[in-house]
């Protein structure tokens, strides 16, 4: 049943999720802001043994030892119709995939140490939530019950604490790594590598919700996420869209906006962005292979590039995007969906099978959910996935902070360092920690 009444009050707790989309200032890329209860089910997949557990109120449901097997499931659990008022998402799987879900897909090294406690992947089935739109309409969606209702967590500032915070690279070591990329790509083994680094600090003092909270006032973000899960939480505060599906009277329709360039906000800094000879072709790069992607799941003749470039503007940063779709043919199902794309281009480099081999190589850890995707899927068929960047992932008593950047021929080291700290200036102040010197 859908009806229209006031949101009901929601808490920052483990279980409780959020998709933000409509605050700030929405695009027509994101509009849709979603918040969610305590699930009816799980499906959680352990990254060191690849068991895929499915869970409900009573315990174990349904067990998988092949993780795709799992997610091919999920995807086709249940159908139903939301109406022509109805958002995007009336309901159903809400979730994470982590960057190494690429793992199961093509065959790579493994020298990365492995040191996050956190799913290779891990979804959540709800059948209640509050839809907000950008333009103010507030949607129930109730198939069951409604939310539980609650009161938001208070709102501490943590600004001027003394935090440690450390890098898995040194300033040196970094500006080394993009050395290193650049000698692959004069040697003729790839065009681009995305390159980053994660810089972490210990949890004390530091709440989930309460960092969400002010990335939510601060820097609000097209394709925001809140995922707690208890021993685990994501923050994503991400301005780039993965995929997104909508099913029509012509087939399923895909789109994929991938980000290339950067440039912090400022006077001029969006005409230099927009003039960069060395930026557009790092996009042109993305673009080149995300049409090569998604046409190997896309109906013959249907892709096309809607839009080459565009210069688009958030809280701290100027981006350059673009927009590439297609038709999905009617034998694709949300593996085949994976296997084509995942994980997204920008945030791997191309050709993306050896630039991934690559960042195996310099990257000293596993990138987990970072660069990996945060979304849903619709009981209705549509479907939307973030590309995990401007995440802060908490784990195991520790906060971490991963930022990169696309590596080209002739990028300048000390300014590719310099991007990844203006990429995580929204998260350091969220978190109230002072960016390390260069």
């Known amino acids: 049943m859908i009806e229209v009444r006031p949101i009901a009050s929601w808490r920052y707790e483990p279980g409780h999720i959020r998709l933000d989309s409509a605050s700030g200032s929405p695009s027509p890329w994101s509009r849709w802001t979603y918040r969610l209860g305590p699930a009816r089910l799980s499906l959680h997949c352990d990254r060191l043994t690849r ?16 993780p795709l097997a799992a997610l091919r499931w999920m995807s086709g659990y249940a159908v139903a119709q939301g109406g022509a008022d109805a958002p995007p998402f009336i309901g159903g799987w809400v979730g994470f995939l982590s960057y190494d879900l690429g793992h199961l897909f093509e065959t790579l090294p493994s020298a990365a140490a492995d040191d996050m406690a956190v799913p290779l992947f891990e979804f959540t089935f709800h059948d209640s939530l509050d839809a907000q739109a950008a333009d103010g309409r507030l949607i129930a969606i109730d198939w069951l019950e409604t939310p539980r209702e609650g009161e938001v967590a208070r709102r501490t500032s943590s600004a ?65 996420a809140y995922l707690n899960q208890g021993d685990y939480a994501l923050l994503c505060n991400s301005p780039e869209l993965f995929l997104r599906v909508s099913p029509g009277s012509n087939g399923r329709t895909i789109l994929t ?21 060395k930026d557009q072709a790092e996009l042109n790069m993305i673009v080149d292979l995300e049409r090569n992607d998604l046409g190997r799941i896309c109906r013959v003749g249907s892709i096309h590039v809607g839009e080459p470039r565009v210069i688009e503007e958030h809280p701290t940063v100027f981006h350059g995007a673009a927009s590439i779709g297609g038709l999905l043919r009617d034998d694709v199902d949300f593996v085949d969906l994976l296997r084509a794309t995942f994980p997204g281009g920008s945030v791997t480099g191309a050709p993306k ?11 000293p850890v596993r990138r987990g959910p970072y660069c990996g995707a945060i979304g849903y899927l619709s009981l209705d068929g549509h479907l939307e996935f973030n590309v995990a960047i ?24 000390a300014a590719e360092y310099e991007e990844t700290l203006v990429k995580a200036r929204a998260m350091f102040a969220a978190l109230g920690l002072t960016p390390p010197s260069t």
């Not at 003394?162 to 790594?177: C, G, V």
């Not at 906006?257 to 000879?277: D, W």
Request: hydrophobic share 40%.
């Open 160 to 224: 001027g604490r003394a935090i440690p915070l450390h890098s898995n690279f040194t300033a040196d070591e970094y500006r080394a790594a993009v050395k290193r990329v650049i000698k692959y790509i004069r040697a003729g083994d790839v065009f681009q590598v995305n390159l980053s680094q994660r810089f972490t600090c210990g949890q004390a003092g530091l709440a989930p919700g309460t960092i969400y909270a002010d990335l939510l006032r601060q820097f609000p973000a097209w394709y925001g």
């Open 257 to 277: 906006r991938p980000i290339k360039g950067t440039r912090p906000r400022g006077a001029g800094m969006r005409h230099a962005l927009a003039e960069s000879v």
């Open 390 to 413: 401007r995440t802060i992932i908490f784990e195991g008593g520790r906060v971490h902070v991963p930022v990169g950047g696309g590596i080209v021929a002739d990028s300048d080291p």
């Open 51 to 66: 068991t895929a557990n499915l869970r409900g109120a009573t315990g174990l449901i349904r067990q998988w030892n092949d």
């Open 353 to 363: 099978i050896r630039a991934m081999e690559i960042i195996d190589e310099l990257e």
